[in-house]
């Protein structure tokens, strides 16, 4: 696995080195011995595959307050996703700026996001499927959001948005 920083501390893109034959190919999407090199690893405690068949569709921004801020581990398993991370911890010099990746099938980039970021993406395909893994469990109670088209992060979204959810349009 390759670990890119980004402007965001503690954000990292990653890209999986796939073993490929005429079989089809073999890919480890974590290691937490790999892991170690770039965090103090927290154990994944729950597993989430989500699946949105519009493209256009937003998800997001989401996040969790102490004491369940989560580390997320993020990956597109089938079709392509515009990814987006907004550092929310009050204390960083990167306080409300936001890093954009596109991930895919095909890229087969992940993003790992530590605790204090939000996290929501747009789909630019149909069909999208993702996994997801988290430090904590969800919290509806603890969860917070931030609008997706929040003026002052002005986040260039790719595509007209064509589904949201109620609670993400009211965040």
């Known amino acids: 696995m390759n670990f890119e920083k980004t402007i965001i501390d503690g954000v990292f893109i990653i890209t999986t080195e796939p073993f490929i034959d005429e079989r089809g190919f073999f890919e480890r999407i974590y290691c937490k011995k790999e892991f170690s090199n770039i965090v103090d690893p927290k154990e994944f405690v729950q597993f989430n595959h989500s699946f949105t068949k519009e493209k256009g569709t937003i998800r997001g921004l989401h996040y969790q307050l102490p004491p369940k801020k989560e580390r997320k581990i993020v990956k597109c398993i ?7 991370v907004v550092d929310v911890r009050a204390n960083s010099p990167t306080y409300f700026q936001w890093i954009a990746v596109e991930l895919s099938d095909k890229n087969r980039k992940m993003i790992y996001i530590p605790e204090g970021c939000a996290h929501g993406f747009q789909t630019l395909v ?17 969860e917070k959001s ?23 349009l009211n965040a």
Not at 126 to 142: A, D, G, S, V
């Open 146 to 168: 931030i609008f997706y088209n929040d003026l002052k992060l002005n986040i260039g979204w790719p595509m007209t948005v064509t589904k949201i959810s109620e609670k993400d």
């Open 126 to 142: 149909n069909n999208c499927e993702l996994i997801y893994f988290h430090t904590q469990y969800y919290c509806k109670e603890l």
């Open 78 to 84: 089938r079709g392509k996703i515009f990814d987006v």
